[in-house]
């Protein structure tokens, strides 16, 4: 074989080797297993964790509510085995509880849920009455209302009404739960309670906490109340990480980083001999529609009731990595093969790099999409960008072919309509880059829909609308400082959204350019 033909080839078979050495180590460099110390053992069991009786097609929005005996009884089987006591945080379709924990050796902190309907509260608080007087061997605490002045649903002098009513009638110790700051803005209800349950999430901070500064936060707030309310003892009453969702500044949920902050946790309050409750047992995936993916991951356990290893043994933050790696490779092969053979070394070496890049960018999407989408909607939105990025992914593969017989035919097709695949990708990125700006509290960054359409249009302008496209460049690119400038300059998820629109809005200018010069 001539040199001359030899050469494309080897350039070929390298760029695959180090195209498939790129691939693998992507999915495995997410989804590794790393080895923490463990906080639970058969032999050691945590204090406390939340439990609702949801299961994962169930909300307390369901009107009626039906709670699932055998899920509720299988749920404190589990929670059994690592746990000493399971906090609850309202009465309605809970009433079994008691009777359950019995019989699985729990204890139970038990919850009424206060809301500004009077009716429903006194439901609530007389059915909490009742059952800790049924169960004294199994309540060890009665907590009335949840982040019920956070919501303001109540007012202080209310509910220090209602805790001296329970008081009043039961012989457990009495506490209200709410957020700590609340606790500071009402002082007037420390005095009502026999001991104060604080909530610590430094995720949700006002000023977020990283999780390298999240336990020395904890520690800081909870000596600042013990302190302060001493000698009354503080429990806390919700501490925990996510596990998936959107970056807030230098916090990152991840499985990872919530069994970091669990393990690390556990071991910093048996030290101090402080009391805590953990949120939360299992994964609520109704949370996602009000608080987006975030709300949906807290679970010491996914909502399937499996491990994720937040308690003991190897963590990963990807467990389906090997999943997308399949997923990303079978793309990859797919483009390989609509480009045919190679016979320039510019297609030798770009291909098999286009390629697995474009898989890989589709495979994050498809993770980042299993995890946050939360109604038909939205699953019907990712599956739209899985669509463009495919089209994408094989124009730029064609482009790169030797364009004859059938793959002409395709190529000559999908050019020809590659102002809508442009329009498109800018369409889709504009309207991401308004809610990222204007509502992006609960969305996760969408970023990997966008590299490659930004990066293959930037290389390879084409035909547009120019008003329309301006238009959409104009909105990408105003965008991006203001979204920076909301989410902080330590985001690393915001930074690489505002990278992949900056490069979108070049590629749309280009193209705007591209069609001016041409008329």
Known sequence: MPATSRSPVVLYICSCLIALFALCGYWYGLGKPVVLPD????????????????????????QPFKPRPARMDADLALLATRFECIRTYSMTGLEAIPELARKHGLKVMLGAWVSASAADTDKEIKALIKEANAYPDVVTAVIVGNETLLRKEVTGAQLAKLIGRVKAQVRQPVTYADVWEYWLQYPDIAPAV??????????????????????????????????????????????????????????????VNEARFIRSFVAMAEHNGWHYNLIEAFDQPWKRGAEGAVGGYWGLFDADRQEKGVLAGPVSNLPLWPVWLAVSGGIALI??????????????????????????????????????????????????????????????????????GWRGRAFNWLDARAFWWLGAAGFGAAGMMLAMVFDPRYRSFPTATLWLPALFYLFRPVRVSPRETALLAFIVGAGIVPQLLREGWSNPQALGWALACALMTLALWRS????????
Not at 202 to 211: A, L, Q, S, T, V
Not at 235 to 247: C, K, Y
Not at 358 to 387: D, K, M, N, P, Q
């Open 194 to 255: 026999d001991f104060l349950t604080i909530h610590l999430l430094p995720y949700w901070e006002d000023d977020p906490r990283g999780i390298d500064d999240a336990l020395a936060h904890v520690a800081q707030i909870r000596q600042t109340f013990g302190e302060k309310f001493a000698p009354k003892d503080i429990l806390i009453g919700e501490t925990g990480w996510p596990s998936e969702g959107r970056q807030r500044e230098t916090a990152l949920p991840s499985r």
């Open 335 to 404: 483009a390989l093969a609509l480009a045919g053979r190679v016979t320039q070394p510019r297609q030798a070496l770009i291909l098999p790099l286009l390629a697995v890049f474009g898989g890989c960018c589709i495979g994050t999407w498809g993770e980042l999409a299993r995890v946050t989408s939360r109604f038909t909607g939205e699953y019907l939105w990712a599956l739209a960008l899985v669509a463009l990025n495919l089209l994408v992914l094989a124009h730029a593969a064609l482009t790169l072919s030797a364009r004859t």
């Open 39 to 62: 906080a639970a053992t058969p032999t050691h069991k945590l204090q406390c964790a939340s439990y609702t009786p949801f299961d994962k097609d169930q909300s307390p929005f369901d």
């Open 512 to 519: 705007v350019r591209n069609t001016l010069c041409y008329r």
